[in-house]
Nanobody, 116 residues
């Protein structure tokens, strides 16, 4: 079965950190660009960060720049999102997306809640 599985979400206090993982099964991520997206209640899904297939190019939304870091380990078939200095407005369901040509996969999402 071809799928992406996110993990690492949870409840954290403001200023805390979490590391999200996006693992692929049934296919290799080597050729895929990977994006992290999030959707807060009542809001549209928004792009957070993305990384090229080689890992040589990354991009971040202005709202997370300097706090989040995307990385990938193709040997582990996994992409990570390190989130530091978390704020309540980072609360959302986080999704990863893998795209290569006409091929695209989404994970089921992992909840991140930032609250005291």
């Amino acid at each position: 079965q071809l799928q992406l599985v996110e993990s690492g979400g949870g409840l954290v206090q403001p200023g805390g950190s979490l590391r999200l993982s996006c693992a692929a099964s049934g296919f290799t991520l080597d050729y895929y660009a990977i994006g992290w997206f999030r959707q807060a209640p009542g809001k549209e899904r928004e792009g957070v960060s993305c990384i090229s297939s080689s890992g040589g190019s990354t991009n971040y939304a202005d709202s997370v720049k300097g706090r989040f870091t995307i990385s990938r380990d193709n040997a582990k078939n996994t992409v990570y999102l390190q989130m530091n200095s978390l704020k309540p407005e980072d609360t959302a369901v986080y999704y990863c997306n893998a795209a290569y040509g006409a091929s695209e996969y989404w994970g089921q999402g992992t909840q991140v809640t930032v609250s005291s």
